[in-house]
C-alpha cells in the first residue's frame, strides 16, 4: 500500500524566503507526481504535476523536483509572499487513483 | 470552463438522514472522482468514474454509500443512514483521457457535510 509523508507539517517564514517542501513516498511504481495547494476550507488547485519519466517541472515561481528510485519530491517556492500561506499536498498518482501525503501547512508572515 | 463545480457547499444533517451531493465535471472529462477528506488529514480516494462505468470503490465507501455517473455526464454522491463519523469534506474531480500518465487532475471546492 503506497504511503505518502510530507515534512515539514508546518512551516513558518518572513516573506522573501526561498523554501522547500518535502514529499516521500513507500512505492516507486507511480504514474506521476503532483501538487497541490489548498486554502483553508477550499477544494485543491493543482500547482505542478511531474510525469514518471520526467525529473522535474517548473511554473513561475515554483519548482517541483522527482527522484523516483529514493521515492522523493521537493517543492522548492523562490521568493516567498504572504500570498503564498496555504497547505500544499503531495499526491502520488497510482493508475486510477492519488494518495495524498497529510500536507505542509505554511505560513508566510510580512 | 467553469471548472469542477459541486453542490451543496454546505450540509447539515441529523444523524439517521440521508444525503446526496451532486458534481458538474469539466466538460469533456472523462475521469470522475470522489475523494473525502477530514480535518487535518489529506483527501482519501472513494471510487472513480470511466465515463458512466464505476471501476474502482474503496473499501471506505461502505454499503452506505452510492455514486452514480448517469450518462457520463455529472455524478451524485449519496450517503444513506448518516452518522458522525461521515462528518467530512467531500471533493469531487476530474481529469480528461483514459490514462493517467500525464493527466492534470482538477478539484472542485468540496461539500461540507455535518452530522449532528
Known amino acids: 500500500k503506497q504511503e505518502v509523508t510530507q515534512i515539514p507539517a508546518a512551516l513558518s517564514v518572513p516573506e522573501g524566503e526561498n523554501l522547500v517542501l518535502n514529499c516521500s513516498f513507500t512505492?516507486?511504481?507511480?504514474?506521476?507526481l503532483q501538487w497541490f495547494r489548498q486554502d483553508p476550507g477550499k477544494g485543491l488547485t493543482s500547482l505542478l504535476l511531474i510525469q514518471s519519466s520526467q525529473r522535474e517541472q517548473t511554473s513561475g515561481r515554483l519548482n517541483a523536483s522527482l527522484d523516483k528510485s529514493s521515492g522523493r519530491s521537493t517543492l522548492y517556492i523562490a521568493a516567498s509572499q504572504p500570498g503564498d500561506s496555504a497547505t500544499y499536498l503531495c499526491a502520488v498518482g497510482g493508475y486510477s487513483t492519488l494518495t495524498f501525503g497529510k500536507g505542509t501547512m505554511l505560513l508566510v508572515s510580512p | 470552463d467553469t471548472g469542477v463545480s459541486q453542490d451543496p457547499r454546505h450540509k447539515i444533517t441529523k444523524r439517521g438522514q440521508n444525503v446526496t451531493f451532486r458534481c458538474d465535471p469539466i466538460?469533456?472529462?472523462?475521469?470522475l472522482y470522489w475523494y473525502r477528506q477530514t480535518l487535518g488529514q489529506g483527501p482519501e480516494f472513494l471510487t472513480y468514474?470511466?465515463?458512466?462505468?464505476?471501476?474502482?470503490k474503496s473499501r471506505l465507501l461502505s454499503d452506505r454509500f452510492s455514486a452514480e455517473r448517469p450518462k457520463g455526464s455529472f455524478s451524485t454522491l449519496e450517503i444513506q443512514r448518516t452518522e458522525q463519523g461521515d462528518s467530512a469534506m467531500y471533493l469531487c474531480?476530474?481529469?480528461?483521457?483514459?490514462?493517467?500518465?500525464?493527466?492534470?487532475?482538477?478539484f472542485g471546492e468540496g461539500s461540507w457535510l455535518t452530522v449532528v
Open positions: 474531480a476530474s481529469s480528461p483521457g483514459t490514462d493517467s500518465f500525464g493527466n492534470t487532475i482538477y
Open positions: 466538460s469533456e472529462h472523462n475521469r
Open positions: 468514474f470511466q465515463n458512466e462505468a464505476q471501476l474502482e
Open positions: 512505492d516507486s511504481a507511480i504514474y506521476n
